[in-house]
């Protein structure tokens, strides 16, 4: 006879036990109808390859249906089809036939014909085109800023050079490329990339101005990519094009003016000033580079370096903030702005198969 003691301890172990067999059952159950169906799918291609083999070609279609939708393995898929597109030449059915082909093709637009496969479907495979329609390419990196055609300024009368210094910054993009034949494209690529700039000048020989900016644009190229040549997998390639730059967002963040060696002088700093006033809203610029691109299924990982280089002077003189700056011994340089930008990518391709006329 049990005790009290365990009577209360088989009560308290029994809702833990049906929870985890509940959990267990839970988790369990659609991996084993997965399993099961799998397993079922790859005997049905077994079967409709036994109906093939006795010449019961018109039940085939109805064997495979089901599992065609979902079920079979990547190579089974591909078996399923090339069965089915049998069947349906040899029952004489050559509009399904065309319409299984051209499903095969939308599912499977980079294969490439085997030694093993029947004639039939050679035949058919070979009134098919497929095409690569577009290219989408997602661009990330950085770029290194750089100033050109620079007319020192100064509030000390007497420009000296200021000393410039760049940083690495953020550049993504999100590119469409249209194939005009197998070694030219056109693509046009919008895309944002942010600048950080700053610079450092002596005055009147017992001071000093700090200055640094960040410029965030929107930057639409139109660009040519030429194939240089092809290794295997690997394909180098070359790109030059123009475009233009709209100013988003040019800010100073910080503008400080130190007298050197002066006792008891406190550093004037002032930050985050809006440069939009002093800032031109558009450039245009050229680009050139050159890249290169792995093969993978459906598309490319891509490494690419380009320069691209400012045609317009980037600064208004008229704008308030520039006025403002002045009293912090900052004047605005006249430059150009030019980028070298490093970038990773991915390509993903869109096929359009059609059938030959």
Not at 157 to 164: F, M
Not at 242 to 251: C, E, K, R, S, V
Not at 289 to 295: A, F, L, M, P
């Amino acid at each position: 006879m049990l005790s009290d003691k365990g009577i209360d301890t088989m009560n308290s172990s029994f809702p833990l036990k049906v929870i985890l067999l509940q959990a267990f059952l839970l988790f369990a159950t659609p991996a084993a109808l997965l399993c099961q169906e799998t397993t079922s799918c790859a005997r049905k291609l077994e079967e409709a390859q036994s109906l093939y083999d006795r010449g019961q070609v018109e039940k085939i279609p109805d064997a495979l249906r089901e599992c065609m939708r979902s079920g079979f393995k990547r190579e089974e898929q591909l078996a399923a089809y090339k069965l089915l597109i049998q069947a349906y030449l040899l029952d004489d059915k050559i509009r399904e036939a065309d319409s299984a082909m051209l499903q095969f093709l939308k599912t499977n637009p980079e294969y490439q014909l085997s030694p093993t496969d029947h004639a039939s479907f050679v035949y058919l495979y070979n009134n098919f085109n497929v095409k690569p329609v577009l290219q989408l390419v997602l661009h990330a990196g950085t770029n290194l800023p750089f100033v050109t055609f620079v007319d020192h300024e100064s509030v000390s009368g007497t420009p000296t050079p200021k000393e410039y210094k760049n940083k690495l910054n953020l550049f993504i993009s999100l590119e469409a490329k249209y194939m005009v034949n197998p070694v030219l494209e056109v693509n046009i690529e919008p895309g944002y990339s942010s600048f950080s700039l700053s610079s450092s000048e002596l005055l009147f020989d017992f001071a000093v101005a700090d200055y640094s900016e960040v410029h965030s644009r929107l930057e639409i190229p139109v660009t040519v990519t030429y194939k240089i040549a092809s290794f295997g997998k690997l394909t180098a390639y070359a790109r030059a094009g123009a475009g233009p730059a709209f100013n988003l967002q040019t800010t100073a963040k910080k503008v400080s003016f130190d007298e050197i060696g002066v006792k008891n002088f406190t550093t004037q700093t002032i930050f985050n000033v809006d440069r939009q006033d002093s800032r031109i809203k558009m450039d245009l610029f050229g680009q050139a580079g050159i890249g290169v691109k792995y093969k993978i299924p459906r598309g490319y990982v891509n490494f690419e370096v380009r320069g691209n280089f400012g045609l317009y002077n980037q600064v208004i003189r008229e704008g308030e903030s520039a006025g403002i700056l002045e009293s912090y011994g900052y004047k605005d340089d006249k430059y150009n702005l030019n980028d070298m930008c490093i970038s990773l990518g991915y390509t993903q391709i869109f096929y359009k198969p059609t059938k030959r006329k």
